[in-house]
């Protein structure tokens, strides 16, 4: 069974930046389209990006410009730079297939990110 482990979050100040990484255990990686998701205090689990496995890449309006979503096949990872935070960005941040793509992964952790103004 894949296992899904994100990192790289923390504690910012507004404008500051982070990278998360996604790590999945096993399986096969290359074929899946993958995204992040967020889930922010008393709000439900939302999109923020997604990548094809040919890297189209797709972002919500509110993260474009500041966020870049990537992958590295090879190591089975994923992820996301995030850059001029802002508090409305405070979240837990998960990874997952993307949206429509059959089967999800159980979700991991997630990894938590706070921006404070």
């Known amino acids: 069974q894949v296992q899904l482990v994100e990192s790289g979050g923390g504690s910012v100040q507004a404008g500051g930046s982070l990278r998360l990484s996604c790590v999945a255990s096993?399986?096969?990686?290359?074929?899946?389209?993958m995204a992040w998701y967020r889930q922010a205090p008393g709000k439900e689990r939302e999109l923020v990006a997604e990548?094809?496995?040919?890297?189209?890449?797709n972002y919500v309006d509110s993260v474009k410009g500041r966020f870049t979503i990537s992958r590295e096949d090879l190591k089975r990872t994923m992820y996301l730079q995030m850059n001029n935070l802002i508090p409305d960005d405070t979240g837990v941040y998960f990874c997952?297939?993307?949206?429509?793509?059959?089967?999800?992964?159980?979700w991991g952790q997630g990894t938590q990110v706070f921006v404070s103004s």
């Open positions: 990548i094809s496995n040919q890297r189209v890449t």
């Open positions: 096993s399986g096969a990686f290359w074929i899946n389209a």
């Open positions: 997952n297939k993307a949206p429509g793509v059959p089967r999800f992964y159980d």
